[in-house]
């Protein structure tokens, strides 16, 4: 278990001082429940870690994270190792920009949830993805893709109109309406609200 008496002091320790934004007391209490959740996962990690599901049950019960897509994308941030598993460390490290993140802080890990194939833009495409499931469809709804398109279009020129430059037009060159992070960077200082602009993937105040 990651408390193990031999390594948990050194392991509270490095972690306190990696995930700055908790305190000792914190840290400790994280790592205990990691070692639970652990319990709770899958036994091909050996104990070192989590499986998705669990870490999705847990956002979700700690957060309301509901979001499919979403959740995926999180887990894949949170598994810097890309093991398919959470370790103690991406766990407490990750938690700390998730709960108490600085604006630069988020909005990265923002960017990084919404860029959906991490070639560094947020694509018309990947929009689409990340907003048609916050539209409330109506049975009688013919083509609900419609409304998606136009929220997608609402939240490029609401972006654009935040900025002191063009941004889709710097790096879009096959004018196909991609935001860099700059773009994206520049619209949130200007509008903190845009940090969530494609899906809540913060969990809100409460």
């Given at each position: 278990a990651a408390m193990s008496r031999k390594?948990?002091?050194?392991?509270?320790?490095s972690l306190t001082r990696s995930a700055k934004h908790f305190t000792k007391s914190e840290v400790e209490c994280l790592v205990k429940l990691f070692d639970t959740l652990v319990?709770?996962?899958s036994s091909q990690f050996a104990g070192a870690g989590f499986d998705r599901t669990v870490?999705?049950?847990?956002?979700?019960?700690?957060?309301?994270?509901?979001?499919d897509v979403v959740l995926d994308r999180v887990f894949s941030i949170f598994d810097k190792g890309n093991t398919g598993c959470i370790t103690v460390v991406e766990w407490v490290e990750g938690?700390?920009?998730l709960l108490r993140g600085t604006l630069e802080e988020k909005m990265k890990y923002c960017f990084a949830v919404y860029d959906l194939n991490g070639d560094?833009?947020?694509?018309?495409?990947?929009?689409?993805q990340?907003?048609?499931?916050?539209?409330?469809?109506?049975?009688?709804?013919?083509?609900?893709?419609?409304?998606v398109k136009d929220l997608v279009e609402i939240a490029l020129k609401k972006m654009?109109?935040?900025c002191l430059f063009v941004p889709f037009l710097l790096?879009?060159?096959?004018?196909?309406?991609?935001?860099?992070?700059?773009?994206?960077?520049?619209?949130?200082r200007e509008e903190n609200l845009l940090l969530e602009a494609f899906g809540p993937c913060l969990p809100d105040i409460k």
């Open positions: 390594g948990g002091k050194l392991l509270v320790d319990a709770k996962a870490f999705r049950d847990t956002l979700y019960n700690a957060f309301g994270m509901t979001d938690l700390a920009v560094g833009y947020i694509s018309k495409e990947e929009m689409f990340m907003l048609k499931h916050s539209l409330l469809i109506q049975p009688a709804d013919e083509e609900p893709d419609e409304g654009a109109s935040t790096q879009d060159y096959d004018h196909d309406g991609k935001i860099s992070f700059t773009d994206f960077e520049t619209a949130v």
